[in-house]
């Protein structure tokens, strides 16, 4: 009796006889010689791929499963998504395993799914007969954008931006694209390279790639990852003296007419060693004798750094390359593109930062815990991070001047109501209260809520706003819990706009420096640290600096305030912001330089007036 089977368990078994199919064993770049196409959505050159000499070996390390960490510095025009989709169809056909693909958003990752990877599938013949085109009901839809099943397998798009994204995922092989435009934080959860990266962590032969366009230098993640890895650079033999060099747009040389218009056909590249003239034409020839060269050794992670000049682009040339320098040359915002986008490069950007050396001249012969004289109000700042506190406690003073008295990590919130209930003593012995102490809201909300309710006297929860606000701080009640329940606390939240905080304690920074490099101690308006301040402290006040920019075509001027490396420590410095907002709430600025003496008049004793006329003589 011959068993008829439907269509689709036909299908089924197609799928079961692939499982145990031997697989040839190839590279990653042998593989895509072999199978891959390039779709006419994406590709300005759709059909048969051809590995350029370059691309060899970033191809076969992201296949390698002895290679655990790969990383891609580049810049645009390199064909690093289409090496992605290549190292993603060779796991498909060749090791099939499940993928996490992220890009920076949710949007970016529906549509790379949409420009790229539907098409990759519906172009390839290897990876389409084994993607499950059924979700799974069984219906014959398509699962479009997110997620695709093959046998061995699930591929996922997620969106880098939120930590759930990351959350119960179990993956293989993770791929990241263009990390420097991820988030430096994902919510409350740390960094979501790191969050990413853990998804793979339990496979011995796991594999992570990242790539990206760096930004700028000191908070680009793909230069950092660049640097952690070995350091490949691509070298070139020179056609006229053998000499290895790698390319560099300072040796790419260039005419200009009497017009000041590019001579194109001028346009080649001097040799290190012995100043030949290099032609464009001769690219490929010496890129067929090249090599990838590390700069340190291999640990697991190879690196990678490559940039437009290298790639066999017949629409994209070195004359194209100098012609947009010369664009963009005398312009900061055009030449950052440049660096970025052409070189390859992060942007060093030109950082004009309170220095440690200017912020140790305002250490005063005062021991800590002290307060000084002429003193208004002693105020607290406390910054709350996910398992400590950061604090910091200064005298306010009249003249609008400020001290600083304490200052230190505790680990508790009892550690932070003891330090916050200790009385102060000033230099004539008086005893002084913290009046006010300002919580940070940000981690930890509903402990900060419940912790300022209970002392309610002096506490007053805080949040800093990451954008610029109408009003340096706008207060609202606490009516609901983080989950959105109601409750009963009868607080006041104060939102800040920390820009504008931010601004008033770095120019009183500047104006006490300023000061104190004239002998003009004796100023209003002044901050003084106590004897005792040490490197931490500086290191965390000199954390962050002021960037500009301005709109090429409006003019109008953009300011915010940025760490000036991404992991930076800034703890310290947002208590300092409170603490301004704290001198503002309670209208020290509006003081008089001297406490005004209060003369206590005794009164006279009315002595009753007698009048004889009257008998009555009260």
Not at 100 to 114: C, K, N, R, S, V
Not at 457 to 473: E, R
Request: with cysteine; proline share 5%.
């Amino acid at each position: 009796m011959t068993m008829i089977m439907s269509p689709r368990q036909l299908e089924l078994a197609a799928f079961g006889l692939m499982l145990f199919k031997p697989k040839p064993i190839l590279s990653g770049s042998e593989w895509a010689d072999e199978y891959f196409y390039l779709s006419p959505e994406s590709s300005a050159r759709p059909g048969k791929w051809k590995t350029d000499p370059w691309q060899k070996e970033i191809l076969d390390e992201m296949t390698n499963t002895t290679t655990p960490f790969v990383s891609v510095e580049k810049s645009a025009r390199v064909g690093y998504t289409k090496m992605l989709n290549i190292a993603q169809g060779y796991f498909i056909h060749q090791d099939p395993c499940s993928i996490l693909h992220a890009q920076p958003t949710d949007g970016d990752i529906i549509g790379y799914a949409e420009d790229e990877f539907e098409p990759m599938i519906r172009d390839n013949d290897v990876i389409r007969e084994r993607v499950n085109t059924h979700n799974a009901r069984g219906r014959n839809k398509r699962e479009k954008t997110v997620k695709k099943m093959y046998p061995g397998g699930i591929w996922e798009g997620i969106g880098a931006h939120s930590p759930r994204n990351f959350r119960r995922r179990t993956n293989r092989v993770t791929m990241g694209d263009e990390i420097d435009g991820w988030e430096f934080e994902a919510g409350k959860e740390g960094d979501p390279i790191a969050l990413f990266q853990k998804r793979s962590q339990g496979f011995w032969n796991r594999k992570n790639i990242l790539g990206g366009t760096p930004t700028l230098l000191k908070i680009s993640k793909i230069h950092k990852r660049f640097e952690s890895g070995d350091g490949r650079r691509r070298f070139l033999p020179c056609p006229h003296c053998g000499h290895m060099q790698t390319i560099e747009f300072e040796n790419i040389r260039y005419q200009i007419d009497e017009n000041e218009m590019l001579i194109k056909d001028s346009v080649v590249l001097e040799c290190i060693s012995c100043s030949g003239l290099i032609e464009e034409n001769q690219k490929m020839e010496m890129d067929e004798k090249g090599k990838w060269i590390a700069e340190r050794p291999f640990n697991g992670h190879a690196s990678f750094h490559i940039w437009s000049a290298y790639a066999h682009d017949p629409n994209y040339r070195w004359h194209h390359i100098v012609q947009e320098y010369l664009d963009s040359k005398d312009d900061e915002l055009k030449l950052k593109v440049f660096t970025n986008t052409v070189l390859g490069k992060p942007w060093e950007e030109n950082i004009e930062k309170n220095q440690p050396e200017d912020l140790l001249s305002l250490k005063i012969d005062l021991q800590e815990g002290i307060i000084p004289l002429k003193t208004a109000a002693v105020v607290m700042a406390v910054d709350v991070q996910k398992d400590h506190f950061w604090f910091e406690i200064k005298a306010l003073m009249y003249g609008n001047g400020a001290h600083l008295v304490r200052y230190g990590r505790l680990e508790t919130w009892a550690d932070v109501e003891l330090v916050m209930r200790t009385p102060y003593e000033g230099v004539m012995g008086e005893k002084h209260a913290v009046r006010i102490c300002a919580v940070d809201s940000g981690y930890l909300t509903d402990e900060v809520y419940e912790f300022c309710a209970m002392n309610s006297d002096i506490c007053i929860p805080t949040k800093g706003g990451s954008h610029s606000m109408s009003t340096p701080y706008v207060v609202s009640n606490v009516d609901k819990d983080v989950n959105g329940r109601p409750v009963a606390t009868g607080l006041k939240l104060y939102k800040l706009d920390t820009g504008y905080y931010k601004d008033i304690l770095d120019a009183k920074i500047k104006r006490s420096i300023d000061a104190v490099a004239l002998g003009e101690t004796a100023k209003n308006n002044m901050l003084s640290f106590h004897s005792g301040v040490d490197a931490l402290y500086i290191k965390q006040n000199t954390s962050e600096y002021k960037h500009v920019e301005v709109n090429p075509k409006t003019g109008v001027e953009k300011s915010e305030w940025r760490k000036v490396f991404e992991k930076a420590d800034n703890h310290l410095w947002d208590c300092g912001t409170y603490i301004t907002f704290l001198g503002e709430l309670l209208g020290i600025r509006f003081l008089p330089s001297e406490p005004i003496e209060t003369v206590t008049r005794r009164r006279e004793r009315r002595v009753p007036r007698h009048n004889d006329d009257d008998e009555s003589n009260y």
